[in-house]
């Protein structure tokens, strides 16, 4: 799907990248989550998602991988160690594409990088944590072989919105 494309890397974010991940943050949590997430708490977390988030979460040595085409970031992925008690090891904790490159295949390009940075750490197991309102995501991780295996409520200000999470083996 990415053969068109001429310039796509997935890599390790750099400080410089701390400057550029705000904006695309806001784009892509705008894109997934408006109508879904309260705007005041959507806008909260957005705001606190700024340089200086970034930069630490950079530092931190665990920071996002970036996708990038013709050298402009397009979307961001988070994984690591599974939270919480599971049989999955290793999660993928955000995964997201600017609006306007969605369905172009950054999705699952970005999908699988982190899963090879998983296997790398010996992490068995996969699992990924999706609204149960955002129907594109639920989409995109059924399409890529996760199954529902659980499902919990997470607050967001005064509204509590249900979560699925998917597994894979």
């Known amino acids: ?11 390790l974010a750099r400080l410089a990248d701390a400057a550029l991940l705000p904006a695309v943050f806001a784009e892509s949590w705008r894109g997934a989550y408006s109508g879904i997430i309260p705007d ?17 979460s950079i530092r931190s040595g665990e920071g996002p991988l970036v996708i990038t085409h013709e050298r402009r970031i397009v979307g961001y992925a988070t994984c690591g160690v599974a939270r919480g008690r599971s049989r999955h090891q290793g999660e993928i904790y955000e995964l997201y594409i600017a609006p306007t490159y969605q369905g172009l295949g950054f999705g699952e390009h970005l999908f699988e990088a982190c899963r090879a940075r998983l296997d790398a750490r010996g992490l068995r197991g996969l699992v990924v944590w999706a609204l149960a309102d955002n129907e594109a ?17 997470e607050p967001f200000g005064a509204s509590y919105l249900a979560k699925v999470g998917y597994g894979w083996a």
């Open 1 to 11: 799907m990415l053969g068109w494309q001429t310039d796509v890397r997935v890599r």
């Open 40 to 56: 005041l708490q959507l806008e909260g977390i957005i705001r606190r998602r700024n340089r200086a988030w970034w930069s630490e």
């Open 137 to 153: 995501a639920q989409d995109f991780y059924w399409r890529r072989g996760g199954r529902p295996f659980k499902e919990l409520k």
